[in-house]
C-alpha cells in the first residue's frame, strides 16, 4: 500500500511561459524512451520476474517512473500556463518551419 503526499519532492517553479521548451519536454512523457513507456515497462516486468526479491525492486522504480510523470506534466503546464491563442498558434508555426528546415538539412545529406 502506498501514501501519497499531494507535493513534488522536487517542487516545479517555471518562472515564465515558454511554449517553445514546452514542445521539447513533452517528448519526455510518451513515446518509446518516454516516462510513461518506463513506468509501464517496469511495473508489468514484476509479474514475469522469476526472483520474488526483485519484484519489489521493478515495482518500485515503476512507481519512481510515475513520479517522473508528475514533474514533467508540472513543468509542461507552468511552461503553457497562461499563453494566447496568438501565442500558441505562433510557436506551432515555427516548430513547423523547423521541422522543414531538419528535413531539407537531411535531405541534402542523404543525397
Known amino acids: 500500500m502506498w501514501s501519497y503526499d499531494k507535493r513534488l519532492i522536487h517542487p516545479v517553479k517555471v518562472k515564465k511561459p515558454d511554449p517553445m521548451s514546452a514542445s ?29 526479491e526483485l519484484i519489489g525492486i521493478l515495482t518500485d522504480v515503476g512507481t519512481e517512473e510515475l513520479a517522473h510523470i508528475e514533474m514533467i506534466s508540472a513543468i509542461i503546464y507552468q511552461l503553457t500556463r ?30
Open 82 to 111: 497562461n499563453l494566447s491563442e496568438e501565442e500558441i498558434n505562433k510557436n506551432q508555426t515555427l516548430l513547423e518551419e523547423k521541422k522543414k528546415k531538419r528535413e531539407n538539412a537531411q535531405k541534402a545529406m542523404s543525397i
Open 24 to 52: 521539447i519536454i513533452i517528448t519526455q512523457l510518451g513515446g518509446p524512451h518516454g516516462e510513461l513507456g518506463a513506468a509501464t515497462r517496469y511495473l508489468q516486468q514484476r509479474y514475469s520476474m522469476p526472483y520474488g
